[in-house]
């Protein structure tokens, strides 16, 4: 029912949009031809910014999202220390450790941790603004016109995004100093569009024609479930004091999430990071990388929608996804031996990123649009071009964007090995896709 949902939905949008122009022809509105039944293509198709790099990058920005969640990371809460007094090392069990950051010591040689999280994430805004109310105008061509004739659309989008995660966590120390881990992620991905006050403009030459579409909110929903891209970690503790401890690895995300439903990248990466951390009651840690990630189909180089790309392939030309730097730093505290509180500020920084501007008039800012405010001639003379010219729209421009959150939580021994954590996400800025509030985690783990 989603998919016949999808195709109705899309069917209407290009209905509406030539309506007053029945001899025009709107290709189809999703850049994933191949694709056209997946998550990938729903915004493409409900906001008709498949065509255009007005809102066409949202898929970029949830891929972002699902590569670089903090997760939780495999820290045993029961780890060792050395004993000066006997000359041996011995288990420390003044603090469980932390949740979203790694530390510097090792789970143990031959020791297994398996872990377990759920995640939820409701997004409310996207750089600053509300995902519910996001004014767009998009440029769209229609193949069946002459290059002189565009087609620009003018409507309201309501989006909407939540995601689920489940993370599987196993990690095996290989030596006293050498972990080896494998993050398993299972993500249920539901997406929503919609659209109001819905106008097209169709301008020729000098000439324009402005027309209302349907008053009726068109919108539809869908959702999808599969594991998602999985990481594989190495890290080793390069010095190995009585309390201090400095441990560096390298983290390789694997596509093997289906990217077209939002389960995965599509993207490898590679992170090398440094830990630094200090034993007792009171653990301060500091965590710092560089992620790097490769090309991916949700990331469309804008020369597609210009159409001045020049390369020979029949593909869509692709970007990689941005970069950053990933930094954490913070502290846990053992109130008692078997309960530890977490405090913790979390951060990525993106280079060149795809974002979301706030809304300005669309005239002289939509590529190819006339900016009707100083004149009345050419297409501007045609009756409704200067209110469609002066709608409001949301643009979407490269620049270096900060996602910094704090983290508090909780873990509980209750018995035993066995550990169970809570905790809070809460984000400090606007950057990126943003839950409103705080994104919730719990945890179950145990240290065989």
Not at 33 to 52: E, K, N, W
Not at 95 to 108: A, C, F, I
Not at 380 to 387: E, I, K, N, V
Request: some cysteine.
């Amino acid at each position: 029912m989603k998919r016949v949902a999808i195709i109705l939905l899309g069917m209407g949008v290009l209905g509406v949009s030539v309506g007053a122009q029945a001899q025009a022809v709107v290709p189809n509105n999703c850049p994933y031809q191949s694709h056209r039944l997946s998550l990938a293509c729903l915004i493409p198709d409900v906001t008709a910014t498949g065509r255009s790099p007005n809102l066409g990058t949202f898929d970029t920005t949830i891929a972002q999202v699902l590569g670089q969640l903090p997760l939780a990371a495999p820290v045993s809460g029961f780890v060792l220390g050395f004993d000066k007094a006997t000359g041996q090392f011995v288990p420390l069990n003044e603090n469980l450790g932390s949740v979203l950051t790694e530390r510097g010591n090792t789970v143990g040689k031959y020791k297994v941790f398996v872990g377990f999280t759920a995640q939820r994430f409701v997004f409310h805004a996207i750089d600053g603004q509300r995902l519910s109310d996001l004014p767009s105008v998009a440029a769209i061509t229609a193949s069946s016109t002459s290059s002189s004739t565009s087609i620009f659309a003018a409507n309201t989008v309501s989006l909407g995004a939540n995601l689920n995660q489940y993370t599987g966590i196993v990690a095996f120390g290989l030596t006293d100093k050498i972990d080896l881990s494998l993050t398993v992620p299972f993500e249920r991905v539901s997406l929503s569009g919609g659209y109001t006050n819905y106008t097209n403009a169709l301008v020729s030459g000098t000439s324009a024609v402005v027309t209302p579409g349907a008053p009726a909110t068109n919108f539809v929903a869908g959702s999808a479930s599969g594991f998602g891209d999985i990481l594989l970690n190495m890290k080793g503790t390069v010095y190995n004091g009585e309390k201090s401890k400095l441990a560096m690895g390298l983290e390789t995300r694997l596509p093997t999430g289906n990217e077209y439903n939002f389960l995965g990248t599509g993207s490898w990466g590679v992170k090398p990071y440094i830990v630094f951390s200090r034993l007792g009651r009171v653990t301060p840690h500091v965590n710092v990388g560089y992620q790097w990630n490769d090309f991916t189909n949700l990331y469309i180089n804008k020369c597609y929608f210009a159409q001045t790309c020049t390369a020979n392939s029949s593909a869509i030309p692709t970007l990689q996804l941005p970069h950053s730097i990933d930094y954490s730093f913070g502290a846990d505290f053992g109130i008692i031996p078997k309960l530890t509180v977490v405090g913790d500020f979390v951060g990525q920084h993106y280079f060149d990123d795809p974002s979301v501007t706030a809304p300005v008039t669309a005239g002289g800012n939509v590529p190819g649009l006339p900016n009707c405010a100083n004149t009345n001639t050419g297409p501007c003379s045609a009756a409704g071009m200067l209110q469609f010219t002066q709608s409001l729209t949301v643009l979407v421009k490269n620049t270096s964007i900060n996602q910094d959150n704090v983290a508090v939580g909780l873990k509980v021994n209750p018995i035993g090995k066995l550990i169970i954590s809570a905790n809070a996400l809460i984000r400090l800025d606007n950057g990126g896709l943003r839950p409103d509030r705080f994104a919730p985690l719990v945890g179950i783990s145990y240290r065989f």
